[in-house]
Structure formats: structure tokens, C-alpha cells
């Protein structure tokens, strides 16, 4: 069939193409392939894949021959890749994404998953070896394998349970009706449900009662992934280029974390973060000036409320120019003063800065002038011009990150403008527009013209402050060759407009639409086309080793908009430009799931009280409350919207301190779990499935969570009300604040009166739980209080759990301590190895559940004096005072 008789439709909406609609009947009447000369050798099989019929065309000619290649790596995991067999495609460079190696030693017969195949046509199944069960099978849809469009299809049992396929803000497991999942990274103001966003994790994990297992596609190339129940379920891949080079996890049968653990031995695991990261960040594109800045660090400070980090958007910047300050409006030796303030007060600093650098050939503007000298800017597709978007500053080039400079450019930019001597000595960086973004208009022929138009950079709107003020009263005073060529033969391909659309929502739906072109070239010879996705993560890589360059041996905070796999693995991730309202709150809670459960980016958080539009003081308290059981808690807004500060009301500055208090009380407990993530990758927030994996009332679940491994959250999510209906799984729970035993019986409990100060917070049973006695202004006062230990007994009567902890900042430890907690019977038992002194006492241990005073509590067998144990009958509490070095294990016994 030719491609103009089948019935295909570029579906447009408000004038805008979104994308292409194809019959799904056209498509699997085509003839796919036969599998011809397979092979087995060890743990790998090869087959040569010829067309089987009549070429379909659909949307472009088909490849006649494919090559076939699958690998069993782990006894978990399968590698499928599908590649043109006569000709190079793209297919993302391992200096992006690294891959693991295969152990040779894995047999087959032995391994959880099997793939299965058919030769004419040629299809495949994943199979789980425990129960012949199928979890991914192509056999009724053909494999479709073009220049510009790949399609792989494969059938879901009904009302599956799918969760992935980000960045998005759709619910955490994905509706099955008439879903496509876009994967192109754009600006994303307002962060729209339904829409492709800023980042690109194209994994799905899939639970059933019978188990839960992973499908990963390594394709950074434009991406429809579509689900669909209308003739049965369905999940189909469509790509605009590279290969099929699927990773296929078997997960786990009875554990479902046991999949993110998985998916970290491709993507790696997570990093770990600074202890000072895990408190609360300010910031707000909006601040006029440095004493703006200075007079928010001493508010917090008044208002009783914690500030550990200040932040400062682009406002800090000479015409937003980066590397750069203001020198009327941010005078350098005033923002000196500002850092210097904070780092005095235990506190710490975070600046903005973007990739795209101001065009300004003859000016004295550093950083264009050394990159172009070096030769890093990203060319147009001809490779001898600069490709040209207008942004903040104006016009401006954006780097390479492909070339083999631009690390030493960005690096020197950091060393110069970051400089502790002469410079802004900031702990940690912020990463935005790396989608990268433009406000060029497609076609964007003339980008000066359109800077001009929208007024960039914008002018000052407030006359600058008087310089002479202190901002705290209190203080005084080599080129790489270019040739045009590209690395893969797209000479006959349409770049800009593919014959299949994607349903990008960028602008009027072009790909080149409000970024960079897709013909831009890199120095390796590849185009945007193919790695425009990666080139927000390329980005974050490059900063995070800038950071650490300049700061040798620590860790850094990186905090980045756009993502692709594996970024976690060296930074965090804010959601992006949310809005100050209620769909937003709760939608947060699904993104926040997304990122630290199943991608792998843990280090994440939403704008609290939203970024765009005003917020209200109880939506803003209500989201101070939900915001500190995000892993990365801030407080953000935009430069239009009312100032948003916990202390500018009462109830958000009560409801701020009683949740900051709670949340730094269990700081210890959160950086444990980023230290098992970074080790295992075991996740570091949990969906309530995660835990009760045979519990189908959980799986729809995205307005409660489990912080760590056993917080459970469960936030109001409804304006102007003081309860909550949230669903207890039957298990044993116990209130965080007064520590009373809750039985779930798995039905909703409704919680009335819930003070919009208040939050409820319940501890799963089983646990044990290493908590400070109090929370404190900074995390360095913090680490100076002395811990408590809580045990919550399970329903069968034991609990356990851990506690990490090292010098909070070295990237390699000289010293840790790591305890192992372990309770049953009335025994709670402490041991470990305490390398790093904590320098503190255990106060006392509390245990739950407790139904009557003991007669005896011993600790290391010596029996405790009675003024040192209290029982609370009402609450179950049974408390013994320690008042010990927390320097060596120990038993305690009651009975």
C-alpha cells in the first residue's frame, strides 16, 4: 500500500498540529517481518528480520532488513534491540547514558523472564518463568520500521495498572482510555495535564497481584506512546527515529520495589545528596533587588520558621545575562555580603543559571567571547553558523554539550563567576530552561526581530536601591573542526515536519517550535533531531562536574528542569512551572511518586504554594504542610503573583513550623533512605502499593504516599475544609504526634478537625524509627541534638530499620556509622559499626504498642531504675530513658 491511500489524519485543534491519528486496522495489516538465520550463543540470540509482504509505507518506505539481537544480562533482565541491518541510526551514546555490561554467565534456562518468538511473521513475548505468565507480547501487531516512524505494539490485560511513561502531570497510574504519552522536551508553563513536559523517562512499570515487572525504551528520539481500551488493552510505541533497544525487568513476584532496584543497574542509582540539602529552600523570581533577598533571610529568621538555603532567580543578572550581576540592583560586593551572612548563620546559597548565553560578537561580555574562542556554541544544520534562539537575554547560542570543550568552557565559567575569592560563593546550582527553551516563534527566521517584540531582556521596572545600604544592618561592609556533516544519513528525511506527527504541544506543534532547531548540528555530527532530548540532562552532568570541580570533595545540590534516565544519578529535579491552585496541590503528589518511585530522580519536590497565579494563605499553609514530605521542600513563585513567604501569614507561619519541626526530627531517617537508594536503589518514597502490592484498593492510589519507607502522608486535598478521607491498608499504624496504635482495617477513615496547621502523619508498623528529639533552625544546630529511637511494633509483633549517617558533605567518607535496629518480643537490639561519631546521646527509646506497665525493663542487662521508665496507658507509650553516647550498640528488654 502507499502511504497516501491509507487513512491517516494530521489532527488539528485551534489551528494548531498536534499530531497524527492512524488506524489502528491499517497498521496491523502490515506485513512485518520474518526472522530468518537465528542463532544462539550463550546468552544471546540473533536472527536476520526480512519484510514478509507487500511493503506498507505508511509513513515513509520501510526498512527491508532488521537485525535482531537479545541478551539475557541478568537473571532479571532482558536486552531486545531491533536495528536497521544495512544502515547506522542513532541510538543514544553510552557518554549519556552508560550501559551495564551483560554477564556472559547467565543461562537462560534459569533466568525469571523468557523471551519467547515466532518466526513468520516474526513476534515476541516476555514471559515470567515462575507461571508461564505473559507480560509483553507483539503477536498481533506487526512491527513497523521506517526512517521517521518505528511502531512496536504490544497487548495489556484489561484495566491494567500502569505507572511511568514522564515527565507528566496525568494521574500516577495512567489512564488506559485514549492516552498518548509524548516524549519531547519543551517550556511548559503551567505544567498541563495530558501534555508532553519538560523531561523523558519512557519506563513503565506494570503491577498485577501475580507481580510487577518494567519495560524500558532507550529512545531519545520524538515519542508517542499511546494506551487504549477500546478493542481490548493495548501499549504502542511510536518513534520519529533511532532503533528499538528495549530493556525488559522481570521485577518481582512479591516485592515490587524489587523493581526500581532493577532499573537502577541501568540508569544507575541515585545520588547521594548533602545533609543541608534535605532542609528548606526559599526562593522567588520576583526579588527587586539584594536587599530584597537579605530582608526574606531575616524574616524567616524573626518568624521563627527554619531557612537553611536562599535561592535567587534570574533577577540577580545584568540584563539577564548569565554569569553576570546587576551591578545597580545586585551590586557583587553586596551579594558577597549576603553569602558571607549566611554561611556565618549555618546557612547555605543557590543561583539560577541557564544554558543559553547572550549573542553579543564585539562586546565585552566574557562568557560569549571565551566560548566562541573555543568554539562550543551549537551550529546551524549547514555547520557554519550558530544556532540562534531568542531567550531572557535576548538572542542568544546555545552550548554543546556533545563538544569535548564545552566542559572545560562551563567549568571555567563556574570557576570565574562562582569564585569563593572574588565571586559568589554559591553551595549549590539551579538549572532551568535546559529544554532547551526559546521564545523564538517557529519559523524563527529572524530571531533579532523577535526580541525585539517581546521585549528581551526586559527592562527594570523599580529604581534601584541605594548601594550604600547594607543588606543586614547588623554587618558592615581550542577550536573543533565543523564540516556540516551528520554522524547518521537523514539526507532524506524531513526534519522539521516528519510525515508522523508527535502530539507535541509546544507553540503550534513543530518540532523546532519555542527551542532549537532540529537540524542544529553538534560537534560529533549528531542533530538535535535525535539527542534534543538529552539535552537537559547533558547539561545537569556538565554543571554537577563544574560544581564539583570548584568545590573538590564535596557533594553539590544540582536541582534541574529537564530530564532524561538516568539523571538522577548526578542531580535533583523541581516539577516545573506549576500554578498557585488545588488541581495542582494534589497532582504534585502523583509527580513527586513518579520521579522518586519509579525514574529514579528522588531529589524532587513541586513549587510549595505554587509558582504562577496568586496563592491563598490556607491553600499556602495546607501546601507548606504537604511540601515538607517532598524529598526537596521550597518555596517558589513568580515575579507577577503576591509574595508567598511562610511568614507573611499567621497560619502558614504556624503551619510551617509545626510541619518543619516534624520534618527535621526525621532528617536522619530520609538521608538513610537516599544512602540505601544511592547504594541499591531502593525507593526513596513509596506508593501505598508498594507496600501492600496484593491490596487492590491501593493501586489507583496518588493522594497519600509513604515517606521513606513507612510515613504515611495523608494531606487535605480539597479547599477550605478541615478533613480528610485517606485509606488505611489492614495493617497496624500509629499517629506520628501522639503515637497511639490505629488499626487499618483496608477501607477510607475520615479525620475531622484537621487544623489547617496540622497534617495527618501516621508511622506503618514495623518499623524502627531514628529520630531527633526536636527540630531545630538549621541542619548543622540539627545534628547537634540528641536522637531518640521509636519502635512501632507490626501486627506480628516485630519491627526494624536503620540508621545511616556520615559527615553530611564529603563525595567519599573517611568514617559512617551504620546501626541495624531490630525488635521482637519485647527485645529491641542495636548493633552496628559507629565509624563516624554522631556526637550525640540517645535520649531515650519509645516503644508503641505497648498494652501494660512492664514489670522489668533491662538495658545491656543491667535493670533501669523506675524513674527513668514512664507508661502512658492512654496512648500506649512505653518510654525509657537513656541519656547515653550514641558510640555503641545495645539491648534493651522489657517484660
Known sequence: ?????????????????????????????????????????????????????????????????????????????????????????????????????????????????????????????????????????????????????????????????????????????????????????????????????????????????????????????????????????????????????????????????????????????????????LGFHQCRFGYQNYLDVAHVITNYSAANIPLETMWTDIDYMDRRRIFTVDPDYFPLDRMREIVDYLHTHDQYYVLMTDPAVAYLPGEDYGPFNRGTDMDIWLKSGDGKNYSLGAVWPGVTVFPDWFNPQTQTYWNNEFNLFYNPKNGIDIDGAWIDMNDPASFCVYPCTDPFQQAIEQNLPPNRTTPPPDKSIPPFPQTSQAHTKRDGQFAFDHSGDNLFVPPYAIENHAGGGNLSDRTAWVDSLHSNGLIEYDAHNLYGTMMSTATQQAMEQRRPGKRTLVITRSTFAGAGAKVGKWLGDNLSDWPHYRNSIAGILGFASVYHVPMVGADICGFGDNTTETLCARWAMLGAFYPFMRNHNQDIGRPQEFYRWPLVAQAARNVLDIRYRLTDYIYTAFHQASTDGTPVLNPLWYKYPQDTNTFPIDLQFFYGDSILVSPVTEENITSVTAYFPKDIFYDFLTLEPFEGQGQNVTFDNVDYTAIPVHIKGGVVLPLRQKGAMTTKELRKTDFEIVVAPGVDGKASGQLYADDGVSVKQRSTTLVEFAFDKGTLTAKGEFGYDLGVKLARVRVLGVNGAPKSVKVNSKRVGDGAVAYNATSKVLDVALNATFDKGFTLQYS
Request: charged share 20%.
Open 1 to 277: 500500500m502507499k502511504a497516501s491511500s491509507l487513512p491517516l489524519l494530521a489532527f488539528v485543534y485551534a489551528g494548531i498540529a498536534f499530531a497524527t491519528f492512524t488506524d489502528q486496522n491499517v497498521l496491523d495489516a502490515c506485513p512485518g517481518y520474518n526472522a530468518t538465520a537465528v542463532a544462539t550463543h550463550g546468552n544471546t540470540l540473533t536472527a536476520s528480520l526480512t519484510l514478509a509482504g507487500t511493503a506498507c509505507n505508511v509513513f515513509g518506505q520501510d526498512v527491508e532488513k532488521l537485525k535482531l539481537e537479545v541478551t539475557y544480562e541478568t537473571k532479571s533482565r532482558i536486552h531486545v534491540k531491533i536495528t536497521d541491518a544495512a544502515k547506522k541510526r542513532f541510538e543514544i551514546p553510552a557518554s549519556v547514558l552508560p550501559r551495564p555490561k551483560a554477564d556472559k554467565s547467565v543461562s537462560p534456562e534459569h533466568a525469571d523472564i523468557h523471551f519467547n518468538y515466532t518466526t513468520s511473521p516474526f513476534s515476541f513475548s516476555i514471559v515470567r518463568s515462575a507461571n508461564d505468565e505473559v507480560l509483553f507480547t507483539t503477536g498481533k501487531h506487526p512491527i513497523i520500521f521506517e526512517p521517521q516512524y518505528l511502531r512496536l505494539k504490544t497487548d495489556l490485560p484489561d484495566q491494567a495498572n500502569i505507572y511511568g511513561l514522564g515527565e507528566h502531570t496525568d494521574p500516577f497510574r495512567l489512564p488506559t482510555f485514549n492516552t498518548t504519552r509524548t516524549f519531547w522536551s519543551r517550556d511548559a508553563y503551567g505544567v498541563p495535564t495530558g501534555e508532553n513536559l519538560y523531561g523523558n523517562h519512557p519506563i513503565y512499570f506494570e503491577h498485577r497481584t501475580t507481580g510487577t515487572h518494567g519495560v524500558f525504551l532507550a529512545n531519545s528520539n520524538g515519542l508517542d506512546v499511546k494506551i487504549n481500551d477500546t478493542d481490548g488493552t493495548s501499549l504502542e510505541y511510536n518513534a520519529i527515529g533511532g532503533v528499538f533497544d528495549f530493556y525488559f525487568l522481570a521485577g518481582s513476584t512479591t516485592d515490587p520495589t524489587e523493581l526500581p532496584r532493577q532499573y537502577a543497574e541501568i540508569v544507575g542509582t541515585p545520588a547521594e545528596v548533602p545533609y543541608w540539602s
